[in-house]
């Protein structure tokens, strides 16, 4: 048994006499050549880079500095750029996160030995003492020195080395196995929190109401914890389905394996877009910089012209016609919507990341005034963008139940009349939209009305100036 335990003994000492004998090579962002980053809705984005590295024959450690702080390092690829053959092998991976700081050198130093020095205000000189670090609970350091136990003490501290596990930024570690000496390309890419996008638009209407000018920009967040240079950009838009992490991992999971990094040739400075298994996929047409905890805006698309159309929509409640209304309502707003179709033959037909639209008007004197604000959800080409922009100043309504009957537990008839009054200097139409559960049909009615679909009656009621039109119709309804 004694000879096994020598055995092990020198087998364990020629191990780390070959990890210690191992060459290291540090590879950090000087030798980036080619940078991509794809970046996701859901604060997550893919970070592809190529970089020249030394390689030495044999197994080596390769150090890969200067990479996202809020890595996943369980998704990160290694290899060598597409279509070169294979000519190394990973033989194992480490995430070095342990950063070299104040605080965790004090943690790590618990119960070791120190130095305490102190400086004597009036004379200059320097007093050096021994002492072992006993606690580091809550920032309060206890000391034991040769004279007892002392804390706060109000000099500096000095180590005598900096651990061996400590980096000075995050750092992925690889064992590599290279069959051959030299430098050679080497491609990584990682998933990272912290970086996000979002679509904001701008509509500019025209003064008749009927056409206006359009334009999405891209608004970029990078909180990763590093920035990139001269790095080629692609947005993907789309709900990607990601797997909840453990409860003691805070960032999102998410696996991937790389393909090629896009060609970096200069292009216009502009978006295009193409599809992308179920997803949308913008691609800048060129370089960029990603600065670490910057926001950053880009342009990407813009319209002229197009048609677009103003509504006023007065809306109810299906409930209404189950039950008895207590009272009249009174002075009820009207709201306003603005809508217009994504479509090629309107000056546009690129598919709309989700985002907010933001309107504005110009004044009499020219100057542009913000009338709303709303928000889209992904919408595909050849949809309308519908936008609800706030409630006419100058448009009132009334509404009043003038007859409710139940005739079974679940049949029931009301008769309804809405007063509809224009105060503006100029005809409108009012969208009566008048929504109902279950089977229902209008009996009788003052105005024209359509089944929009199969709970919802619409009356559109055109309204002169100055003028009060009223809206009468009576419904029977069931379930």
């Known amino acids: 048994m004694r000879g096994t335990w020598i055995l092990l003994g020198v087998l364990l000492g020629t191990s780390a006499a070959t990890a210690q004998e191992r060459p290291r090579v540090d590879v950090g962002a000087d030798a980036r050549k080619a940078v991509n980053v794809t970046v996701y809705n859901a604060n997550l984005a893919l970070v592809r880079e190529v970089r020249e590295a030394p390689l030495p024959r044999g197994v080596a450690t390769v150090r890969w500095q200067d990479v996202a702080a809020l890595i996943r390092p369980e998704t990160v690829y290694v290899g060598e750029p597409r279509p070169a053959a294979p000519s190394f092998a990973v033989l194992e991976q480490n995430y070095k996160y342990d950063l070299l700081t104040p605080t965790r050198m004090m943690e790590l130093y618990l119960e070791r030995e120190l ?46 080395e900096v651990p061996a596990n400590f980096v000075q930024r995050p750092t992925l570690e690889w064992l590599l196995e290279s069959r051959q000496a030299g430098r050679r390309s080497v491609e990584a890419a990682y998933i990272t929190g912290g970086m996000g996008w979002n679509a904001d638009y701008v509509l500019v209407l025209a003064a008749n109401d009927a056409e206006a000018d359009f334009t999405g920009w891209v608004t970029l967040r990078n909180n990763s914890g590093i920035g990139f240079t001269d790095a080629a950009l692609q947005l993907v838009a789309g709900n990607v389905n990601i797997v909840s992490p453990p409860a003691d991992n805070y960032l999102y999971e998410y696996a991937t394996r790389s393909a090629n990094l896009m060609p970096m040739e200069e292009a216009p400075a502009q978006f295009v877009e193409e599809g992308m298994f179920e997803y949308h996929l913008y691609s800048l047409q060129r370089k960029t910089d990603l600065a670490d905890r910057e926001q950053k805006q880009i ?3 813009g319209a002229e012209n197009l048609a677009v159309q103003k509504k006023f929509r007065l809306d109810g409640y299906s409930y209404w016609y189950t039950s008895e209304l207590g009272g009249p309502l009174e002075d009820l707003p009207v709201d306003v919507w603005v809508e217009f179709a994504n479509s090629e033959q309107n000056g546009m037909g690129m598919p709309l990341p989700a985002g907010v639209i933001r309107v504005y008007k110009a004044d009499s004197s020219g100057a542009q005034q913000f009338v709303g604000e709303d928000r889209i959800e992904h919408t595909p080409r050849e949809e309308r963008v519908k936008l609800r922009l706030g409630q006419a100043f100058d448009v009132r309504a009334d509404r009043r139940q003038t007859d409710f009957e139940i005739l079974t537990s679940t049949l029931w008839e009301s008769a309804w009349e809405i007063k509809i009054r224009n105060h503006k200097d100029e005809p409108i139409t009012v969208e ?34 100055d003028e009060e039109v009223v809206v009468t119709y009576r419904v029977r309804s069931g379930y």
């Open 432 to 465: 009566l939209r008048e929504p109902m559960g279950g089977d229902w049909e209008v009996l009788d009615s003052s105005h024209e009305w359509i089944k929009e679909t199969s709970s919802l009656a619409v009356f559109k009621v055109p309204v002169r100036p």
């Open 115 to 160: 130095q305490l020095v102190t400086v004597n205000e009036r004379t200059g000189a320097e007093r050096t003492e021994a002492a072992t670090l006993l606690s580091t609970e809550g920032s309060q350091y206890v000391y034991r020195t040769e004279q007892g136990i002392t804390f706060n003490h109000p000099g500096r501290v000095v180590f005598p």
């Open 299 to 301: 342009e990407l698309l």
